[in-house]
């Protein structure tokens, strides 16, 4: 998401985000988001022949409205796309402001068929094993336990921990932040399941990414993702 100023130019979430969350007009926002995602998801499948699973920040006004589910079920229904393709990513704070309440909307939200993340963990306050009490299918492990993991056995010890509870519960693992080919060898010696960070690509347009993927649809089928995000 950007917005293009008239006076400033084209500006970074940091720059309106805590704006529209203080204004409330970050609902509107996130609702555009999530469905030009899932609509962008849904063009790119059908012109590409690929699976494509797109994952969507979710804000805290936004995951506690009263509609969301709703919401989220207009915009499948609208744009096509299989429940099964989109992930819905909360934050780690987020989930522990209110364990029954999270607990509560995310099985309203699995109902549906949608996936759901953790985002950032390690940021908030959940623990390993409050991540056992919600129906998550994936934990996005936050950047600062990778920077120093090639070398730091101490941080080795802890992303280990996380994909040994993530595998227990049937969840997926993903490891933010990776920048260098060393910190990646060392995750996939970890198991871990997915990264993501600059040292694959860096943020991008939805046309951009296109002549990405078009680039990438000789290689073997797989399962492509696609991240929606505010910031970045």
Not at 168 to 197: N, W
Request: charged share 15%; hydrophobic share 45%.
């Amino acid at each position: 998401m950007r917005w293009n100023h008239p006076e400033h130019g084209l500006l970074l979430p940091a720059h309106f985000v805590k704006l529209a969350e203080d204004n409330g007009t970050i609902v509107p926002i996130d609702g555009l988001v999530l469905e030009q995602a899932c609509r962008q998801a849904q063009i790119w499948q059908q012109e590409f022949g690929v699976t494509l699973q797109v994952g969507v920040n979710v804000s805290a006004r936004q995951f506690q409205h009263a509609h969301l589910a709703d919401e989220v079920a207009g915009v499948l229904q609208a744009t096509g796309l299989d429940p099964g393709q989109l992930c819905l990513e909360i934050t780690d704070g987020l989930a522990m402001d209110d364990i029954d309440l999270t607990s509560g909307i995310l099985t309203t939200l699995h109902a549906l068929g949608v996936l759901v993340a953790i985002d950032d963990f390690g940021t908030g306050h959940s623990s390993l094993g409050s991540l056992a009490r919600f129906p998550v299918d994936v934990v996005k492990i936050a950047p600062g336990f990778v920077r120093g993991i090639d070398h730091d056995p101490v941080q080795g010890a802890i992303v280990s921990a996380v994909v040994a509870l993530s595998n227990a519960i049937g969840a997926a693992t993903v490891v933010e932040g990776v920048e260098t080919l060393t910190q990646l060898e060392e995750l996939e010696r970890l198991g871990c399941d997915v990264a993501q960070g600059y040292y694959f690509a860096r943020p991008v347009s939805a046309a951009a990414f296109g002549r990405m993927l078009a680039a990438s649809v000789s290689s073997p089928p797989e399962l492509h993702v696609v991240r929606a995000e505010r910031a970045g």
